[in-house]
């Protein structure tokens, strides 16, 4: 079989969401299939679950903006930027969070050369079927106009988050009006759309009618399970270790809870520095880290560490007592839409066998599910004195092992995805 996948980020850029990509890259390779990239281009190699598959081609197609650089070692246009062009991404990002939608996205200039390069590859390859992914505003658009060239190809649309309704960038009124009818007409030819979870494909099916869904959640790699299991656990020098890993995000991702419960915690007395830390693993340039290490009832116990190595993320997950996970606050504007958003970051928390502190979760939420279903930990919605409560008993050391519900856990490996959608294509194949 032959796949033709279309993602603006693939390879060594290391968020979650390209690391979903490349796993299904990686186990259709593995089960025969010939698989072709196109993605931006980036800076390093591809990481050697990759390299090491002759059946892989990337081809790394520039953007109009961009022209044909790259940026460190990510994909994105955002990420390491500093000076007057810092200044300027935080007023776009201001403007498409509330005025314009994804219109203002650098990277719905991709597509049109990504048209070319993908028209080009297809007239000499015979492609079963054409795996759109993120974002969904550019890579569907590619595959819409290869679509409408290749009546046959069967196009599988996926979204790991939403185009239209997306709770991080609502925009407003007239330009969220405008996304849905845009998004409508692009994926009117799409076979198969696939998501992450039941509350994104019931919005989707209410845009998009009747058409063939597909429910995909987010998930882990083999590869991370193997990795997470082999890595030795960081030693910290602290009592209690809390460790946060990824990007908090301005307006969805409240700490305010965490931070309170540490802080009243401080002022009576009940802990002293040595006896916890809260640490920040990632982007967390939205915190006000001024205020926070400028207080003396906070600055023992909490540090911001930056980015860390992927290599090093294993390690420091093992070697913390407990991992906070924040859930994204409900939108104003899309209500419970907001609720079903769910970060891929979760699972690989989930198989670390280290109990998972869910704060801004609420028992309406998928995520919620997914740490009590597992048993990986527990959720704490804004409840401060739950939270100081399980802070305290981990530092009298009355902390109870979890037991992580593995026959439930192996239902999100990415493995059995990747199965899912080459079965899902053989039926309708075999339909033809």
């Known amino acids: 079989m032959k796949i ?31 698989v072709h990239v196109i993605t931006m281009p980036f800076e390093q190699e591809l990481p050697p679950y990759l390299s090491k598959l002759n059946n892989i081609s990337v081809h790394q197609v520039p953007s109009l903006l ?19 062009r810092k200044r300027i991404w935080l007023i776009q990002n201001f403007l498409k969070r509330n005025i314009f939608c994804n219109y203002l996205d650098p990277r719905t200039f991709w597509w049109p050369i990504a048209v070319r390069h993908s028209l080009k590859i297809s007239n000499e390859k015979d492609f079963d ?5 993120v974002p969904s505003y550019s890579a569907h658009s ?4 290869l679509k409408k060239r290749i009546p046959n190809l069967i196009w599988v649309a996926d979204y790991r988050d939403l185009w239209s309704g997306n709770p991080i960038y609502q925009g407003c009124a007239v330009f969220r009006w405008i996304e849905r009818i845009h998004e409508r ?17 019931d919005y989707l099916k209410s845009l998009h ?20 299991a082999k890595s030795e656990p960081y030693k910290f020098h602290d009592g209690v270790n809390i460790s946060y890993f990824g990007s908090v995000i301005p307006r969805h991702h409240n700490i305010q809870p965490v931070i309170s419960a540490i802080k009243q915690l401080s002022i009576s007395g009940d802990i002293v520095p040595g006896d916890l830390k809260l640490r920040f693993f990632g982007n967390s340039e939205a915190l006000d880290q001024t205020a926070i290490l400028s207080d003396s009832h906070l600055q023992p116990f909490v540090e ?69 279903e597992s048993k990986t930990g527990d959720i704490y919605q804004s409840d401060v004195e739950k939270i100081k409560n399980r802070l305290l008993a981990a530092v009298k050391g009355l902390d109870v092992p979890i037991s992580p519900d593995w026959d439930y856990l192996n239902n999100f490996r990415r493995s059995v995805h990747a199965d899912q959608f080459i079965h899902k294509i053989n039926e309708i194949k075999s339909g033809q």
Not at 142 to 145: G, L, M, R
Not at 186 to 200: A, C, E, G, P, R
Not at 209 to 228: A, E, Q, R
């Open 4 to 34: 033709l996948v279309i993602s603006t980020y693939f390879g060594p850029e290391t968020s979650i969401g390209v690391l979903r990509i490349n796993s299904y890259v990686k186990n259709w390779a593995e089960s025969g299939c010939e």
């Open 142 to 145: 590619v595959a819409a106009f």
């Open 185 to 201: 007409f692009i994926l009117s030819k799409s076979d198969i759309i696939s998501s992450i979870n039941v509350q994104m494909i």
């Open 304 to 372: 911001f560490c930056g980015v860390v190595p992927r290599s090093s993320v294993f390690s420091l997950i093992k070697g913390s007592t407990l991992l906070l996970f924040l859930g994204v606050s409900s939108s104003p504007v899309l209500g419970d839409m907001s609720r079903s958003v769910v970060s891929g970051k979760i699972f690989e928390l989930m198989i670390s066998g280290v109990e998972i502190m869910g704060v801004g979760v609420f028992r309406n939420m998928v995520v919620a599910d997914l740490i009590l």
């Open 66 to 84: 961009r022209g044909s650089s790259r940026t460190g070692n990510d994909q994105s246009y955002s990420r390491g930027i500093g000076g007057i």
């Open 129 to 133: 079927f054409v795996f759109s992914t």
């Open 209 to 228: 009618g009747p058409k063939v869904f597909l429910l995909i959640p987010n998930g882990f790699s083999d590869y991370d399970s193997d990795m997470m």
